[in-house]
């Protein structure tokens, strides 16, 4: 689970919940821990911006109490960032826009591309 990169622009900083370090570093925990690719858990397909979870467990993994954690998820809902649908079992928490924040940018890695190469010819 360690392995692999997200994406973060720089567009983060004018974020409306930036300032607020627990809303701002739950948000980032969620990019770095939901499905990356669809996945099945018990029967169910969890798919990619998803993470099977609970607030309790949150709270361990980002060191803030249940409260606070609670307090965040409530604002990124509040926001459209992320939804949540809670059974007596766990928490289903989908990033709603994670291809925006996470797809693949092909036009733009293309173009890049074709620079690096060019740039890479003339200095030959």
Known sequence: M???FIKLY?????WEWYSDINTSRLFLHLLLTVNWQ???WHGITIKRGQIITSSLKLSDEIG???QQ???ALFNLQKTNEITSKTTNKYTLITVEKYEDYQGID???NQQKN???TKNSTNKQ
Do not use: C, E, N
């Open 10 to 14: 720089r567009s983060l900083l004018s």
């Open 106 to 108: 092909f036009q733009g």
């Open 2 to 4: 360690d392995a692999g």
């Open 114 to 116: 074709k620079q690096t």
């Open 69 to 71: 954690t609670r307090r």
């Open 38 to 40: 669809d996945k099945q």
């Open 64 to 66: 803030l109490t249940r």
